[in-house]
């Protein structure tokens, strides 16, 4: 009971609400949505945006646009993301009036087995060094969008990314803050003080920043293409770094990378089909959490209520107990994702829910049958929904000589217990937070959008489709509302064992809601920090104008024209 007590008291200290009014709208929105007709970016970095919007007004489309702001992001924000890591993104291609999904996430190397795992006495795969190192997927992926889709030469799509690079810009606020963060931990691999304590600090609010090894990278890329960062010098470089830290990444195992385009998958909710990506990625999850809600009269329990947190855990909850046990990569397993998604299972585990009490666990079912997001738009129609991450901010530590990135860490989420779905086995893709999500209507596209942030994500996605057709919202409001986040179970806190995880609300939900979750058995816990990053881009289907939104709680930016 003490924890709970402890939850109380910080809790009436927690809950207030933003310091300011505003004429119309939620008192809770930061500013109103940004309306453009031409075009539109939203990126969690406002020059990151900037490089996106003028791609666009280059004549370049949403897809070169995307690209061009990735690349920035890996400059701009290396706190979370990079070419050192993975991609995944959907698509809305205007012309053939459909969504395509690209799943750009790398393999494991494949010198490296599950025996030498256990031979070393692990229980889990590290979380920095060369071990959790995998195959970084996003520049393949950034070819295999273009090669598809893209209007313009590579060369001008990273070409502002090289200028800034070479230059300098001046670092946020909160990106100084994660830099910082990440010394402890990073600063004792070799490359990392070379790439980002040139000055022996990481960059400070304000300063500018130089990452002369990066824009030569790209140089590379840009002329080159793919194969100049698989098969060329930079993938010998990465291969030689690797082994020298003794690693297992190989030559061969860049040579050999592909990306794989799969058909996304889709649940309807109360008329819009929400589309996310199959596994080896969560995306899944959202659509399992929004089935088990549909059976609910979500707008009459209102927003903020606690009957309405209280189901939307105990769905989340049902959700993730499959998650931990199927998601995957399906190249390695039957994965039954139809059944996951279908409203009948859905109604099954609806029925295990206590509107009156909270589960302390839920076994999964019975199979019967710190990241970026960014999305773009261009006056054609194209929409482009996009998520890439090293994985734990940075990534593993492991920066390749010369090459000003560091390679992800992703590989730390495989399971290491044999027969397990996500066990760890040579060439394998692992397990993948980061998804990407869009919503069509009618078979139109209505919405692209994310919000990054580890196990935060479906849960969040979620909330926003909730916040948008069960309560009215618009673009903005839904991303600002506060936000509710479920997490684990079974967690050390205060050495007592909590069964059922801990519920963590944002400031904005009054006292008595809290006090009445308490009731019904869940175990309140104040996080900072952790509710994800949102970006969003809707469409008005008469119009075709563009509504944009972007995050609050990060740096982010939308803006069209």
């Not at 490359?191 to 040139?198: D, I, L, Q």
């Not at 190989?250 to 089909?273: F, I, M």
């Not at 560091?406 to 290491?416: T, V």
């Not at 909590?498 to 058995?521: A, H, K, N």
Request: a negative charge; proline letters at 5%.
């Amino acid at each position: 009971m003490r924890l709970i007590y402890l939850s109380l008291l910080v809790i009436v200290f927690s809950s207030g609400s933003h310091a300011y009014d505003r004429i119309t709208g939620e008192p809770f929105a930061s500013r109103s949505e940004v309306i453009a007709t031409n075009g539109m970016v939203a990126t969690s970095q406002p020059l990151a945006t900037q490089v996106g919007l003028d791609i666009l007004k280059q004549g370049g489309n949403a897809i070169d646009a995307a690209i061009a702001a990735n690349a920035m992001l890996g400059l701009v924000e290396p706190t979370g993301n990079g070419i050192g890591g993975d991609l995944f993104a959907i698509v809305w291609d205007a012309k053939t009036q459909r969504l395509y999904g690209l799943n750009a996430s790398g393999r494991s190397p494949k010198s490296l087995t599950l025996a030498y795992f256990k031979e070393q006495g692990m229980s889990k795969i590290p979380s920095h060094g060369p071990l959790p190192v995998s195959v970084p997927g996003a520049v393949d992926g950034w070819f295999e969008l273009h090669n598809r889709f893209g209007s313009i030469p590579m060369t001008n799509i990273l070409a502002p990314t090289i200028d800034y690079a070479k230059k300098g810009f001046p670092v946020s606020e909160l990106i100084a803050w994660y830099m910082n963060r990440s010394v402890p931990i990073l600063s004792k691999f070799d490359g990392f003080k070379e790439t980002y304590m040139p000055n022996g600090a990481t960059p400070k609010k304000g300063e500018i920043f130089v990452n002369q090894n990066l824009a030569a990278t790209l140089e590379k890329i840009a002329t080159g293409g793919r194969d100049a960062f698989y098969k060329g010098d930079i993938a010998r470089t990465i291969a030689a770094y690797m082994k020298e830290q003794g690693g297992f990444l190989s030559y061969e195992d860049l040579a050999e990378h592909t990306s794989t385009w799969v058909e996304p998958v889709s649940s309807n909710y109360r008329g819009y089909d929400v589309w996310e990506l199959p596994p080896n990625g969560q995306g899944i999850a959202a659509l399992q959490i929004l089935n088990i809600l549909e059976q609910y009269d979500i707008e009459g329990m209102g927003f903020g209520s606690p009957e309405y947190i209280h189901t939307f855990v105990e769905a989340k909850k049902l959700a993730f107990e499959d998650r931990a046990k199927y998601y995957a990569d399906p190249e390695f397993n039957e994965i039954p994702v139809d059944w996951l998604i279908s409203k009948e299972y859905a109604q099954q585990r609806a029925k295990l829910i206590d509107m009156k009490k909270a589960a302390k666990r839920y076994d999964a079912g019975i199979n019967e049958g710190d990241t970026i997001y960014l999305t773009t738009a261009d006056k054609e129609g194209n929409m482009v929904s996009l998520i890439q991450s090293n994985y734990r901010g940075m990534g593993s530590g492991m920066t390749p000589t010369g090459l000003g990135f560091i390679l992800q860490d992703r590989g730390e989420m495989f399971s290491l217990q044999e027969g397990h779905f996500n066990v760890y086995a040579p060439e394998k893709r692992p397990f993948h937070t980061i998804i990407p999500a869009f919503v069509t209507r009618s078979g139109k596209p209505w919405l692209s959008f994310g919000v990054m942030g580890g196990g935060t994500q479906p849960q969040m996605h979620a909330q926003i489709i909730v916040n948008l057709i069960d309560f009215g919202m618009n673009l903005q409001e839904a991303g600002d509302a506060p936000r509710m986040l479920h997490t684990g179970s079974s967690e050390p806190t205060d050495e007592i064992m909590i069964d059922g995880g801990f519920v963590s609300l944002e400031s904005g939900y009054d006292y008595e809601t809290r006090r009445q979750l308490v009731q019904m058995g869940h175990v309140l816990r104040d996080v900072s920090g952790s509710y994800g990053g949102y970006q969003a881009i809707m469409r008005d289907l008469k119009t075709g104008v563009y509504f944009g939104a972007s995050e609050t709680r990060k740096d982010g930016q939308a803006s069209g024209y």
